[in-house]
């Protein structure tokens, strides 16, 4: 057996893994195996050609090592991987020149105290325990081909053992699960013959040798079996066992059904994807490089972070992002030593002869000038439209922006096309993408009204021009492309112009329409306007007013929503409660529902077919934020599943601190039981999916010298911005103890997306309609969204503290975290 040639020579083969990538390895390994048969030496000969083979497999110890992961980037690639694992590859790597199948074998199979995965009956007795399911975003993967479940004598060859009996659970063409007594030690990477005596009873296979597989996991399911994951070598090359098998599969697998396992974590993960992204009031934008300089590309908007892209586009209907996000200042953010690169950038606007100018500034640059920061903040502070965002630049690639379903293409026909890479239109539209940033709007009036009251220089009102941006005539242009996602919006909006007679307090201004829906429209005006929110206008359609006899268009009520910088744009509701059967809501009603192949969507239709999904997808790899979900339970809300993304926030770190970041969790100590009763059970319980995030504010005092998480963390939640109310708590920890300050925006959630599951639910279905039936339930329980973001420096600046304590305290949190990270 071939097996058993390597083992009797592992000395040997060890040694000569030495020399791979060696540019004299054919000389040095004929000089080592001289005194071998020639069968000896080609068996050997063909393990190291396996073994120098360059792999495209990540590796994701997520979930399977008790020690931290953390991700780790290779030429493009993302690992997650902890510290014994990372030492493995880097060592492994220096070894072989590349990464190829020794240097993924390596890692894999490096044993000590981090690599000892819990039993397998303790896991479950914890998972009895806890409550809160834990969300692995992004962490499905496509199968090749169907998996049957397949239940067959076999028996097992490898070393000097014969005829072990086992049996499969599942089977495929090109690997399959047995069934195997613990008494049996097998590794991992071994190679074994195996005979489907099952079978071979009633079919000729013609396989006097058996089938070889290699070992590729060992599952601990019970004290007496293991489970043991099997892919073939196809070293036999025996075409007519191949289609027999085949055959045999495609023929059976109504009756004995398909493994689903793959499908069932895909339609999770995804399920509770779309549920977060789409409610996020964080805006992505993606970062390109071009002529070695960084600049703004593309940005993913939804209808919760709309309002960002919005602020930052100019009277021309121009991004200025360019000039914010500009090569200099990333560049500068960019050697950060974190995975993550964080600030918090402050920006308002001035307005000239009706033309919007960009002030910007980050706390970093901030920080290297005491009187220029006093002035930054004490003027610009006073400026209506003064901004504080928490910005967050993250690795992106290219190819993180196709996912396959989970299903193989043998499917269907309708899943091999759906399985297909981005268009080549998409594919350029995002090839020189090197990063994401996520910005966040995190300031409120309370820190505003507190920067307002900074004394500053007035002889340097001047140099304030240090922070302003200049207008290019071709502003570079930035594609805004909304998320797609379907039945969730209320109602679509159209791009359509006509003129509009607005009438508020007796005050007539012209204008005309630059969009519209059935419940709204947005006007731009031909004069600045007084108008504020929450006045009642008048409006008058003089144009539209032509093409119907059946509704009168004039002086109807609409409530201001929103007024825009320049004071000329307004955003308007149809005011129902005055007009129970509003004429504006009946007029454009039939006027969409006839004119639908003619009007253009606005925000939503992206120009290129897939780049919504493209940027979706690269976004669903990169969550670096904390993704909580709650339940409806009788009264109140609980959490029911919290998400893990690709990047661990603080409180990811805390959870895996004390081993809480399986498959389950207990997020109690961080949001307790009376938190979510008394401050957002009542605050959200009336709200619904058309409103917009409720913020809350999390303060956390954490103690990481202590052993269990419920005597380690003392937590308070706040509705709204106002954490003045825990100072006392947070100057109780802020000399002994890590402070953390969160802001938690909680949204309510209409009916999941099932669209976008529907391929593999309706695949589940068609072999177990119970599971899908059971996935759609807990889909359809999701009933609350939340994204907690940290924003401890801006929010421990503004309260009564010793700063020299909080920079001390930030310093110890700094070193906890990256001693876990």
Not at 623 to 646: D, M, R, S, T, W
Not at 689 to 695: A, E, F, G, I
């Amino acid at each position: 057996m071939a097996d058993d040639i390597l083992l009797k020579h592992e000395d040997l083969v060890n040694e000569l893994k030495q020399y791979l990538g060696n540019t004299k390895f054919d000389l040095i390994f004929k000089s080592k195996t001289t005194g071998l048969t020639k069968p000896e030496q080609f068996l050997i000969k063909m393990e190291m050609s396996r073994l120098s083979q360059p792999v495209a497999r990540f590796i994701d110890l997520r979930g399977s090592v008790s020690g931290l992961v953390k991700p780790y980037e290779h030429n493009g690639k993302q690992h997650f991987m902890d510290d014994a694992a990372i030492e493995a590859f880097e060592k492994a790597l220096k070894q072989y020149g590349e990464y190829t199948l020794a240097v993924y074998e390596a890692v894999l199979s490096t044993r000590n105290h981090n690599r000892d995965i819990q039993d397998k009956e303790q896991q479950q007795v914890l998972d009895s325990l806890l409550s809160t399911d834990v969300v692995k975003f992004a962490s499905y993967e496509s199968r090749c081909e169907e998996r049957m479940n397949y239940s067959i004598k076999v028996t097992i060859e490898y070393n000097d053992k014969k005829n072990i009996s086992a049996s499969t659970s599942d089977i495929s063409l090109s690997g399959c699960k047995v069934k195997l007594a613990t008494e049996n030690i097998i590794r991992k990477g071994q190679l074994i013959a195996m005979r489907l005596v099952g079978l071979e009873q009633d079919f000729e296979l013609g396989l006097k040798n058996g089938i070889q597989y290699e070992v590729v996991a060992i599952e601990n399911t019970s004290p007496e079996f293991n489970h043991v994951r099997l892919k073939r070598t196809y070293i036999e090359k025996n075409d007519t066992f191949d289609n027999f098998l085949n055959s045999f599969i495609n023929g059976n697998k109504r009756r004995y059904k398909v493994n689903l396992d793959n499908t069932l974590d895909a339609v999770v993960s995804k399920g509770y994807e779309q549920f977060y992204i789409p409610r996020v009031t964080s805006l992505y934008v993606f970062l390109s490089k071009k002529d070695e300089q960084y600049y703004p590309s593309l940005s993913l908007t939804t209808e919760n972070n709309i309002f960002i892209q919005r602020y930052f586009t100019d009277e021309r209907k121009a991004s200025c992002l360019y000039s914010v996000l500009n090569h200099k200042r990333i560049k500068k953010l960019l050697t950060q030593p974190t995975a993550i690169k964080e600030d918090y950038l402050y920006t308002f606007t001035h307005i000239v002869s009706g033309k919007i100018y960009y002030y910007s500034a980050t706390r970093s640059e901030l920080n290297t000038n005491s009187e220029l920061k006093k002035l930054f903040f004490g003027l610009g502070s006073q400026k209506e439209n003064w901004q504080c965002f928490k910005i967050q630049i993250m690795p992106s690639h290219p190819s993180d922006s196709y996912i396959p379903l989970s299903l193989p293409n043998s499917v269907s026909a309708n899943i091999a096309k759906l399985n297909r890479p981005p268009i080549p239109r998409v594919e350029g539209l995002i090839k020189n993408v090197k990063y994401l940033v996520v910005l966040t709007s995190v300031g409120n009036t309370i820190e505003k009204h507190n920067y307002q009251r900074t004394d500053y220089d007035k002889s340097l009102v001047n140099q304030l021009k240090l922070f302003g941006h200049t207008k290019h005539k071709v502003p570079p242009h930035l594609d805004t492309v909304a998320l797609e996602y379907i039945n969730l919006r209320s109602q679509k909006r159209y791009l359509y112009k006509t003129s509009v007679e607005v009438n508020i307090n007796g005050v007539t201004i012209d204008g005309h329409t630059r969009d519209f829906s059935v419940m709204g429209l947005q006007l731009e005006c031909k004069q600045s306007t007084t108008f504020s929110k929450g006045d009642i206008a008048l409006l008058s359609f003089p144009e539209l007013q032509k093409i119907t006899k059946n509704y009168n268009l004039k002086e109807l009520k609409y409530e201001v929503m929103a007024v825009g910088k320049t004071l000329v744009t307004l955003n308007l509701k149809a005011n129902e409660e005055a007009d129970a059967e509003h004429t504006g809501v009946g007029f454009f009603t039939q006027l969409i529902e006839k004119n639908k192949d003619k009007l253009k969507i606005s925000e939503e239709a992206p120009e290129v077919e897939g780049i919504s999904t493209a940027l979706r997808n690269m976004v669903t790899k990169s969550i670096c934020q904390f993704p909580l979900y709650l339940n409806k339970e009788a009264a109140h809300f609980k959490i029911g599943a919290v998400g893990f993304g690709l990047y661990a926030s603080p409180l990811h770190t805390i959870l895996q601190n004390f081993g809480l970041l399986n498959n389950k969790t207990d997020f109690s100590s961080i949001l307790s039981k009376e938190d979510l009763f008394n401050v957002i059970t009542p605050n959200i319980k009336d709200r619904s999916r058309k409103d917009p995030p409720l913020p809350f504010t999390l303060v956390i005092n954490f103690n990481p010298r202590v052993s269990n998480i419920e005597d380690a963390i003392t937590s308070q939640c706040i509705l709204g911005d106002d954490y003045q109310k825990s100072l006392k708590q947070i100057k109780s920890g802020i000399k002994s103890e890590l402070i953390f300050v969160m802001r938690l925006f909680i949204s309510r959630t209409g009916r999941p997306d099932t669209d976008y599951l529907s391929n593999e639910l309706k695949y589940v279905t068609h072999y177990a309609i119970h599971k899908a039936k059971e996935l759609e339930d807990a889909l359809w329980s999701v009933t609350g969204v939340g994204d907690i973001v940290d924003i401890t420096e801006e929010a421990l600046g503004h309260l009564d503290l010793n700063q020299q304590e909080v920079e001390q305290m930030g310093r110890r949190k700094l070193m906890w975290l990256n001693r876990l990270r």
